[in-house]
């Protein structure tokens, strides 16, 4: 008899994630609404499955943040593949699912932070601080919103499309695998639309439907929506492919893809403009275009033209985590875009800074020397400086130029003019 009750109760305390020594208050529909509804307490309460993979992954997180919350922020678990009518109340479509019983316990939050014990733990005082923000008459914050973004800037991903666009592709990749009808999904919809766009330009963002594309989300071992993947940058394998681990709001996805891509980046080519194609794609798919004009390879020969350019190399290296595009023409060759950037009248070399989505630039009105460039980007780094808008309601045009070749200039050659039938002794009549 002793022994048939160790089994029932080891068999019981097995049904769940959380043993009854953990912080973590076991929830269910007998004690729900007397704990966390009728209550004056803040909850964090997560909706998990036994057998979810994601949900063994957060305990020993979840059993952190409930410790390091006690006495502040309650913490519980519903075990609701067990309790399926308490997980179905509260619109639970898949595991774990966080929710956060705050001011208005009829209208929990959902938790889209990082699923760590500091993410739980961040998420759980923002909540506690905007319920006694209320309490006190003044506006609650929920804590980070998406500031929207666009769906365009969010790529669609296929079967057949995705080899071609992301492990073809020397590209940074964030990718969202998920299912229409997964209610997580939905929720980071508009934080996944609002870091694409904010990220334009230096880290593309896809999403991938892995009940249509089943062939793609079998390859990457997808059994839960959403996951995100990130493919690193350059040539793609294997060893190129891992987890996002970062937080599911905006701010997060962007943090984190910058951090990511601080790691990763290269520093960036400097390229000659010498065609309109190559300076509008470098100007429009990056957030600024330094652009330097270099004195005319007559009046600064290759040693002097090179030691300019090394000195840009020298600072696109510096600034490379801007991701900024670094371009350089040579005095005279582009008319239109000097007059339209009103760049040159201190002669030259000289720089000007675009950026071409909102058509303005700046001007580097001090010495053209590894001091005087710092200074200047660095002020506009910081959103400092002065700006006006480009001249034209678009990009200048650029003229057709070949590539310098890397050698010193020489004069065109003196043309023999023919004196043999001038009569030096004939004046002009009056």
């Not at 109760?9 to 007397?34: A, C, H, K």
């Not at 609002?194 to 997808?222: E, M, N, P, R």
């Not at 582009?334 to 760049?343: G, K, P, R, Y």
């Not at 058509?359 to 660095?378: A, C, Q, T, V």
Request: charge should be negative.
């Amino acid at each position: 008899m002793l022994l048939y009750l160790v089994l029932a109760i080891f068999f019981e305390q097995s049904l769940g994630l959380y043993p009854t020594s953990s912080s973590v208050i076991d929830l269910t529909p007998s004690n729900f609404d007397r704990l966390v509804i009728n209550s004056d307490e803040v909850w964090v309460v997560e909706f998990y499955a036994p057998w979810c993979g994601h949900c063994q992954q957060l305990v020993p997180e979840y059993q952190k943040a409930a410790g390091a919350l006690k006495g502040v922020v309650k913490v519980g678990a519903v075990n609701a593949d067990e309790h399926k009518e308490l997980g179905g109340k509260y619109g639970v479509r898949g595991f774990p699912t966080i929710k956060i019983f705050g001011a208005n316990k009829k209208s929990p939050e959902d938790y889209n932070g990082a699923r760590s014990a500091q993410g739980l733990v961040d998420g759980a005082i923002s909540a506690a601080k905007a319920k006694v923000n209320a309490q006190l008459g003044g506006k609650s914050s929920s804590g980070s919103k998406s500031s929207g973004g666009s769906d365009k800037d969010v790529i669609e991903l296929t079967d057949s499309n995705f080899e071609k666009l992301v492990m073809q592709s020397e590209d940074m990749w964030l990718v969202e695998f998920f299912a229409p009808w997964c209610g997580h999904c939905k929720n980071l919809a508009p934080h996944w639309a609002d870091a694409a766009t904010q990220l334009k330009g230096k880290v593309k963002l896809g999403a991938l439907d892995a009940t249509v594309h089943s062939s793609i989300a079998s390859q990457y071992g997808i059994q839960g929506y959403p996951t995100i993947k990130f493919f690193s940058p350059g040539k793609k394998d294997s060893d190129s492919v891992s987890d996002y681990n970062g937080g599911r709001t905006a701010g997060d996805i962007v943090n984190w893809a910058l951090e990511k891509l601080s790691e990763n980046v290269p520093a960036p080519e400097l390229i000659q403009i010498v065609n309109d194609v190559t300076f509008k794609t470098a100007c429009e798919e990056k957030p600024l275009c330094v652009i330097a004009i270099l004195p005319h390879i007559l009046d600064c020969q290759s040693q002097c033209r090179n030691n300019y350019i090394d000195l840009l190399t020298e600072m696109g290296e510096k600034y490379k985590k801007k991701m900024w595009s670094w371009l350089w023409a040579e005095a005279g060759a582009q008319f239109e875009l000097e007059s339209a950037l009103d760049i040159g009248g201190f002669g030259y070399p000289a720089m000007a800074v675009v950026n071409a989505k909102k058509m303005k630039y700046s001007i580097l009105r001090g010495s053209f020397s590894k001091d005087g460039i710092n200074e200047f980007l660095r002020d506009l780094s910081y959103g400092r400086g002065n700006t006006a808008p480009v001249k034209g309601a678009e990009l200048p045009k650029i003229a057709k130029t070949d590539a310098w070749d890397g050698k010193d200039g020489e004069l065109p050659p003196e043309e023999d003019i023919d004196l043999s039938d001038v009569d030096l002794d004939e004046k002009d009549e009056l």
